[in-house]
């Protein structure tokens, strides 16, 4: 049975992402294994053939660092982006269930390869908006601050070690910050792309009007959701951690390698993982979606009233003038004659 249609809180929104989740359990797990999988394939792929030294040499260590950071960020650019390709299809089943409508998988997923050219700009659109561009100001923003430091001898001082450090640690909180309140500006776009006929720009647009008043709790949803995902990612690899050292360092399969059992099962965990918490954070932007065009539309009473087969009232359009007959501006009446009362 569907919930009426009303305005909610931040608290409201993320129980009802919980009973959606619960209701349709099943479903949003078939349809985030798709990414994961892939995912998890392309991880243990690039693993395979660039695999990383256990032991690099000290004139190598910074590179292998830094080769390290980039393929990292290079994989989490690309889930991003398979992520945002994905997030139609849990948009249109949590929609379903939101308004009490049967959707299945195949129809969402059916719906969403039939406007994939749609999709993928928008995901292009807030990449670019949400990860590169605040990427290229923090990195900017880093370097300028580096050389500020360096030129007034700043790193020349080792009591100010800890200082220069959170002068440099700085703009990664800036570029942190302008990351999510972009990414709250944007975050109603595949929603409005999915559920009204708007497009590219117009549905960033768009979801930017009525993101206005809500911006907020959307950033606290997703922080919630974020820091719940990592909560559970730390525990469960601490776990596989604590099992892979009493097996293979201190346990019968000591004289065994380990690596390649636990990189699989490291992939593997991180893989259900995404599978387990990845629909949240859609189901709760589609019901922002709809708690926002309730505030700003009143689009309760619109449902109600095409639930019950009333027809919604179109606004009202000027009087067609009959063909042929020019308009005339009204005359103002005469002016009185000298002399009348």
Not at 5 to 13: H, K, Q
Not at 35 to 61: C, E, H, T, V, Y
Request: with cysteine.
């Amino acid at each position: 049975m569907m919930e009426p249609l009303r305005p909610m809180n931040l608290g409201e929104i993320l129980d009802r992402t919980l009973q959606i989740y619960r209701s349709r359990f099943l479903v949003f797990f078939g349809i985030a294994s798709v990414p994961a999988l892939a995912l998890m394939a392309i991880g243990l792929s690039d693993n395979r053939w660039f695999p990383q030294s256990q032991n690099p040499a000290a004139d190598q260590k910074g590179q292998e660092i830094l080769w390290s950071f980039f393929r990292s960020l290079l994989h989490y650019h690309f889930a991003a982006f398979v992520g945002l390709l994905i997030f139609p299809v849990f948009v249109k089943i949590a929609s379903g269930a939101t308004l009490d409508q049967a959707t299945s998988m195949r129809a969402a997923l059916q719906f969403a390869l039939s406007r994939w050219r749609t999709f993928l700009w928008i995901a292009f659109l807030k990449i670019t908006a949400q990860l590169l561009i605040p990427e290229a100001i923090t990195v900017g923003a880093i370097m300028l601050v580096a050389i500020i430091e360096y030129a007034t001898g700043a790193f020349d001082d080792k009591g100010d070690v800890i200082l220069v450090g959170l002068v440099l640690f700085s703009p990664i909180l800036g570029g942190v910050a302008l990351f999510a309140w972009i990414s709250s500006c944007l975050s109603l776009a595949i929603p409005v792309a999915a559920l009204e006929p708007f497009n590219g720009w117009r549905a960033l647009t768009r979801s930017w009007k009525l993101t206005r008043d809500a911006r907020l709790r959307i950033m606290a949803a997703w922080f919630a959701v974020s820091i719940f995902g990592v909560g559970l990612a730390i525990g469960f690899h601490m776990l596989l951690r604590w099992i892979t050292v009493i097996l293979f360092f201190h346990g019968k399969y000591a004289r065994l390698s380990g690596q390649p059992l636990y990189q699989f099962v490291d992939y593997l965990l991180s893989a259900s993982l995404s599978v387990l918490t990845g629909p949240l954070y859609p189901i709760a932007i589609t019901l922002f979606y709809y708690d926002q065009r309730i505030r700003r539309e009143g689009f309760d009473i619109e449902w109600m009233m095409q639930r019950a087969g009333l027809e919604v009232p179109a606004p009202p359009q000027p009087e067609a003038q009959p063909l042929g007959v020019l308009q005339q501006s009204p005359q103002p009446p005469p002016a009185p004659s000298e002399g009348s009362v």
